[in-house]
């Protein structure tokens, strides 16, 4: 047949988008012949190329008995595909480039998306490669050596293969479904997922909101298995039933031309098989039947916090053409408003609230919510049921008051500046968030502007957006730990403690009266709000073209009481721009009780000032104050034109507040709430952070500060806070939009304002770490409170050297570079030991060092066994490395450190971190990369072989060890010999009548009687297992040889649950070097003593060179 029938019919949908009026990128949008749809976006200015497919399934269309399904499948996708068999290709192919990748599962979608380096160093010669213009499916002229060599072309090439062939291999099945088990057991002690799910499996079954989304290894794995499912074959069905050409969107950023992106995924994607699948609908009914609606939903969260949600059912905007007015916004920007008249205004004057927010979703095509969502204070929880009429109240208002056409315009026109200048997001976001837009029923010219502008005024869209809002279509959570303590069930899949119950009949009709109220019943503290003075009406920005932008700011004061730095926006032109001003006062952090004060007195300077400033954050101008060890950090942000006016009235207050009592007890309740809640946060947060802690000066536990709590008094706080402000050094960056006066007039205010003294030098807080000596090796453990943790964390980490060194730093950049791929496939993929694995390079004040962090159900010191053997490896790999490879690690490292700033706020918090550390050295990223470029393979083996290596007499290690209480150290002393081994046998006999085989008790705990089972010897368990398996019970080979390939796992997180250490000498994992004895740290004062202070930061060069003095104005 003649070659032209066969050449696939590419439609063009859409040629040009509305876009921002920086945005330099051109788009396109087609469609394939196989109906996959796809935009193509050309950024001549970008380092990051990116692509995103995004699937219209989602966790909704799981099986009703096999949740976390369509989650398992995008875990299990990724598994080898035909024409790339080996399971880590792909992500060694995009770490080789300076990439990465990820994916995420929603209700009705699944988004992969990864992002490579948008050219390669070695091309660059060969640029012209692009000119090849290709616009037909032609594949052999396509891969052409030149594209063969671009990191985008071959990353698609391996991204399309997982929508064309995946394997699905069979042996990574039971390790990715381990995966996926860890990451629901890291979300178990999460109120955000706890409360999620709640929600949902308290409504109708008829629907599949209904789900558990994430599932386990339970509802993946053995119960399956145990009804005689070939679980491989179920995930193959999903895929085969669910995923479809034309429920893909594809959105493909590059460097090249619109014509070479469009011929690369018409090569890579035309072959995706398209199945002609109807978009997913569920009609029958809504998330909530008529049945779950009007009812109370009191649960018990983990954290100690205090909520009120109100949820109405609503619309599905998306649905209806609904983008041209988006009604939500109009109700939402009133009922969230949180100034004068506000119902935030109103009960947190009442001592009844802190925080509120509201906010609609899509639940699925056709249906919507409306959530409204009060964090209470304790006298607020008394009073849900007032505070609940208030907003009924206030709904009544807005219908009398009817849609107004100012309000309107007031969001129009706010929106239709922000998207004005929006500036562009990095490649990956843009990529992942843009495939997801795409599967909404928008124009496709809109596909950028139609979610963020609206357009039209609609009263009548507005009246009926506001109907939803009624007395008989919402339902009610109240989330206290202590109230009202009956809570007499429990949520299946995550354990959360609640009870539901009819809303009674006199709070039912206190709402329906509320809501009927006449004009003159609603309190007068209620009203709509005022004109906002904030929104910018001068939008002009002052464009000099400069051939380089300049890498950093200049001084443009320097004198005894001012350093003031200043950059003119050179290269982002919105008319935006950032301040930061610090003033420099070691009081603040000197004692924990110190650091509490000052905490409070910020805190309470931004209770007094939100009800002012919110008309200033919904006008795009955000402001903040806080303290560091440094002092007091002030910082306003946003577009330029009110920035003074806002600015005076933060520094003001700053100087002025008086502290009323009843705020000081509402304040100081949430502060003490923060700190108790921060002992419940995930274990790997905790050894992070300890492990920065031990290796500090100065800066206080979260024990010291709340100890510090109970004895600080409204009297102190007041008379303590005119301290910090009597004596300091002000250092300031402004940035942006602004020319030299502004910046000069704004810090001049402060000077006005606040009246200090100049803070000499030599009072400045010095910032030190302590320097851990050659050769030590120091553990720290604690156990974490939350009785139902049950994960463990490590945190190790290896000295190297300080900050300012940049030979010492570009070595380090480099092992972060080489080992983090080998690590995540060893210690996360390979020997499943946890969902959080992370390597690098760690930071501190003036110190650095390598580390490794782990979070997982096994032990603290198996996971340190572990990363010891990890450690060999990676040192073996290093040696063994091709010097192609080598060479490919550094110029992907480069690439990273010379990755082009994206937008405005990017270089702001780039400078603000070079003045912070104290260092200023603004080129560091360019002197890194300088660095990375001379090192040598042999040079590396030697930096690796003193730091870092397990044998080396002079590496440095700090571990710090966060174990749970459910871990077998934790455990053991709370059972006897007895129960534990009757739980143990148990457990096993239980996991085998899972998996299909019937358990003679007596025959398994003869065969079990010889082994050493509280010992842990797992290998001698299993083999007992199989042993009544195949000579008691008689049950066929291949039976028995799958629960061989299980029992290890299943040994390993149930005896440390029961108490017993595991003994695995598994000779599949790397072995376990000999190393040297740890010292355990006992006491922290002891141990910070006992050890040396690194140098204090030294400006890098002479401050003088970077000035421009101008004379006072
Ligand atoms: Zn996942």
């Not at 999460?190 to 599949?208: A, G, I």
């Not at 009592?661 to 947060?685: G, T």
């Not at 740890?1078 to 030294?1098: G, M, R």
């Amino acid at each position: 047949m003649g070659s032209l029938d066969k050449k696939p019919l590419v439609k063009v949908l859409a040629d040009k988008l509305e876009k921002p009026e920086l945005d330099n990128r051109s788009y396109r949008v087609i469609q394939l012949s196989n109906e996959l749809e796809a935009l193509l976006v050309h950024d001549p200015d970008t380092d990051k190329a990116s692509a995103s497919v995004n699937v219209g399934v989602g966790s909704f269309s799981d099986d009703d008995d096999m949740p976390g399904m369509a989650h398992a499948v995008e875990h299990l996708l990724f598994m080898g595909t035909e024409k790339y068999p080996v399971e880590n290709d792909y992500n060694q192919y995009l770490t080789a480039h300076s990439g990465y990748s990820n994916a995420y599962t929603g209700s009705t979608e699944t988004n992969y998306f990864f992002e490579v380096a948008a050219s390669s160093e070695d091309v660059g010669s060969q640029k012209n490669g692009s000119g090849n213009r290709l616009t037909n499916g032609d594949l052999d002229a396509v891969t052409s050596p030149s594209n063969a060599d671009l990191p985008l072309y071959g990353a698609l090439d391996r991204f399309s293969q997982f929508f064309i062939a995946p394997l699905f291999l069979e042996e990574t099945l039971d390790r990715e479904l381990r995966a996926v088990d860890s990451e629901n057991k890291k979300n178990l002690q999460s109120d955000n997922w706890r409360m999620m799910q709640l929600d949902k499996s308290l409504s109708t079954k008829k629907h599949p909101y209904h789900h558990f989304s994430t599932g386990n290894l339970a509802t993946l794995r053995d119960e399956p298995r145990a009804r005689g499912l070939d679980i491989r074959s179920e995930f193959m069905k999903f895929h085969a039933k669910h995923y479809s050409a034309n429920r893909m969107k594809l959105v493909v950023l590059g460097k090249e031309s619109l014509d070479t992106l469009q011929s690369w995924v018409e090569e890579f994607f035309s072959a995706v098989d398209n199945k002609s699948l109807p978009c997913l609908r569920w009609d029958e009914s809504g998330p909530y039947a008529e049945e779950d609606l009007l009812k109370i939903i009191f649960a018990k969260p983990v954290m100690e916090s205090r909520s009120l949600d109100i949820t109405f059912t609503y619309q599905d905007e998306e649905e209806n053409n609904l983008y041209l007015c988006q009604p939500h916004r109009y109700i939402t920007h009133l009922i969230g408003h949180e100034g004068p008249g506000s119902i935030l205004a109103y009960i947190k004057a009442l001592g009844w609230a802190n925080v509120l927010s509201v906010g609609t979703n899509t639940v699925s095509p056709g249906f919507g919510q409306l959530t409204i969502d009060i964090r209470l204070t304790p006298d607020g929880l008394e009073k849900y049921e007032e505070i609940t009429k208030i907003v009924f109240q206030y709904i009544a208002l807005i219908k009398h008051a009817g849609p107004q056409r100012w309000i309107f315009d007031e969001i129009k026109n706010m929106k239709e500046v922000d998207f004005r200048f929006k500036e562009k997001s990095p490649a990956t976001r843009f990529t992942s968030t843009t495939s997801s837009t795409m599967q909404k029923a928008l124009p496709r010219e809109l596909l950028l502007s139609g979610e963020r502008v609206v357009r039209e005024y609609n009263e009548a869209e507005i009246e009926k957006g506001l109907s939803w809002l009624r007395s008989d279509n919402y339902r009610i959570h109240v989330t206290s730990q202590e109230f009202p303590g009956d809570w007499d069930q429990k949520e299946k899949w995550y354990g959360t403690e609640y009870r539901i119950q009819d809303v009674p009949l006199a709070f039912q009709e206190a709402i329906t009266n509320a809501l009927n109220s006449k004009p003159e019943d609603i309190p007068k503290e209620l009203h709509m709000p005022h004109k906002n003075d904030f929104v910018p009406t001068q939008l002009t920005v002052e464009r000099k073209e400069v051939d380089t932008p300049s890498k950093v700011p200049k001084l443009i004061r320097n004198d005894d009481a001012v350093r003031l730095w200043y950059k003119k926006d050179d290269q982002f032109w919105v008319p935006k721009a950032s301040i930061k001003i610090t003033l420099r006062n070691p009081l603040v952090s000197i004692t924990p009780a110190n650091s509490v004060k000052t905490a409070l007195y910020t805190m309470l300077v931004h209770d007094e000032l939100s009800e002012y400033s919110y008309d200033a954050e919904i006008a795009g101008l955000e402001w903040d104050f806080n303290e560091s060890n440094r002092g007091l950090n002030i910082s306003v942000s946003g577009y330029n034109e009110k920035m003074p006016v806002l600015l005076e009235k933060v520094l003001t207050c700053m100087r002025n507040i008086e502290i009323k009592p009843e705020r000081f007890r509402i304040v100081k309740e949430r502060i003490i709430r923060s700190y108790r809640n921060w002992e419940f946060a995930q274990p790997y947060q905790h050894s992070g952070s300890y492990i920065q802690w031990l290796r500090s000066t100065i800066g206080w536990s979260n024990d010291q500060l709340l100890a510090e709590i109970p004895h600080v008094s409204v009297e102190e706080v007041a008379e303590f806070y005119p301290q910090l402000l009597k004596q300091v050094h002000i250092e300031v960056l402004a940035h942006g939009n602004l020319y030299k006066e502004d910046a000069l007039r704004m810090t001049q205010l402060v000077e006005h304002i606040i009246k200090p003294r100049a803070l000499p030098r030599a009072q400045w807080q010095k910032k030190r770490n302590l320097i851990l000596p050659e050769g030590s090796d120091y553990t720290w453990s604690r156990v974490h409170k939350d009785p139902a943790m049950v994960n463990n964390s490590i945190d190790y980490f290896l000295y190297v050297g300080e900050i300012n060194n940049p030979i010492l730093r570009g070595k380090l950049l480099l092992l972060d570079q080489i080992g983090s791929e080998p690590a995540f496939d060893h210690l996360r993929t390979k020997e499943q030991l946890g969902y959080i694995v992370w390597s690098g390079s760690r930071y501190g004040a003036t110190t650095m060092g390598y580390r490794v962090t782990i979070q997982s159900e096994r032990s603290a010191e198996y996971l340190e066994k572990r990363i010891n053997a990890f450690l060999m490896v990676l040192s073996k790999n290093i040696e063994e490395m091709s010097p192609k490879d080598f060479e490919s690690h550094k110029r992907s490292m480069i690439n990273k450190r010379l990755e082009k700033l994206k937008n405005l706020d990017s270089e702001f918090g780039r400078f603000q971190s070079h003045i912070s550390d104290e260092y200023y050295n603004f080129l560091q990223a360019e002197e890194d990369a300088e660095s990375v470029r001379h090192i040598t393979q042999q040079q590396m083996i030697d930096f690796f072989g003193h730091y870092i290596h397990p044998d080396s007499p002079h590496r440095a290690k700090l571990s710090v060890h966060i174990i749970a209480q459910s871990s077998p150290k934790e455990v053991a002393p709370t059972l006897s010999k007895d129960d534990q081994l009757e739980k143990i046998q148990n457990t096993i006999e239980k996991s085998l009548v899972a998996s299909g085989v019937g358990v003679d008790t007596d025959k398994l705990r003869a065969r079990l009687a010889n082994v050493d089972i509280l010992g842990g010897d797992q290998n001698g368990i299993t083999a007992a297992i199989l042993t009544y398996l195949r000579d008691d019970a008689q049950i066929p080979e291949e039976h028995v040889n799958m629960v061989a390939e299980q029992a290890p796992q299943l040994l390993s997180t149930v005896l440390p649950a029961l108490g017993v250490e595991v003994q695995t000498d598994d000779k599949n994992l790397p072995p376990v070097p000999e190393v040297k004895a740890t010292t355990w740290i006992e006491n922290v004062p002891e141990f910070k003593a006992s050890l040396q202070v690194s140098t204090a930061p030294i400006p890098v060069v002479d401050l003088s060179t970077f000035e421009e003095l101008e004379p006072k104005l």
